[in-house]
């Protein structure tokens, strides 16, 4: 597996670096933004993990390009800023996981390893319901129009659409989709819903997602 780690900080992108060469990984290392995207463009990745503060670009920004040229490589953000809304711009740019520094390196490894595993999941998983179409080949959703999603926008959708007309409880989407992961699941399940009822919109469904945070959530035609 080939991995690219896009961080500034030279003694910690070779402390993470060593670390993924010693559990197998292939790993190029990039300490800017610039660097990090000329790599992306000419190299194939199994993940990439951006640093979001970063010169010549930052890590959104990076990510942001990557997505416009249709590179759907799972990202796994890192930064020193665990705000709220920090962790939605990058689930917005188009990120499938986001770590705040400082880490447990144990935890890194976990979720690089995630990372790779679910980029690869899906390659000819398709489902339909009404009008939508999942496909795991480019993690998109299509309707009157197509989007794509990130990895866990695609895993919460694939649980919805296995049980269409039958409501999934939070705690069964945090069980099905984060597999225990995550410490702010409410939070987290009510994130994502929200991301989809957005897209549901953007591609003209006549699909929709029903229930209130905390609760019950359906796909219903």
């Known amino acids: ?3 690219l780690i896009a961080e500034d900080t030279k003694d910690l992108n070779h402390a993470v670096s060593v670390l993924l060469q010693r559990e197998g990984y292939d790993v190029d290392q990039a300490y800017d933004g610039g660097q990090a995207l000329d790599a992306i ?21 990076v990510l942001k390009k990557m997505r ?25 740019a188009g990120a499938d996981d986001y770590l705040p520094k400082p880490f447990a390196m144990k935890e890194f490894l976990a979720r690089v390893r995630a990372l790779v595993r679910r980029g690869g999941d899906y390659s000819s998983d398709m489902l339909k319901f009404a009008d939508l179409c999942l496909n ?21 959708m694939r649980e919805l659409m296995l049980n269409p ?6 705690e069964q989407i945090i069980g099905k989709v984060w597999k225990g992961e995550t410490e702010n699941g409410e939070d ?10 957005n897209k549901l919109r953007s591609i003209v469904s006549a699909v929709s997602i029903t229930g209130e945070k905390g609760g019950s959530f359906g796909l219903f035609a």
């Open 188 to 197: 987290a399940v009510w994130l994502y819903i929200c991301y989809l009822k």
């Open 165 to 170: 007309g039958n409501p999934l409880t939070t």
């Open 1 to 3: 597996m080939k991995v």
């Open 68 to 92: 416009q040229k249709h590179i759907l490589t799972p990202v796994m953000l890192l930064t020193a800023k665990s705000d709220v809304d920090d962790r939605v711009a990058g689930l917005d």
């Open 136 to 156: 795991g080949s480019d993690l998109s959703l299509s309707a009157g129009n197509t989007v794509r999603l990130s990895i866990k926008e695609y895993e919460l």
């Open 41 to 61: 463009e000419n190299t194939g990745y199994d993940a990439v993990i951006l640093d979001i503060m970063m010169p010549v670009y930052d890590g959104l920004t």
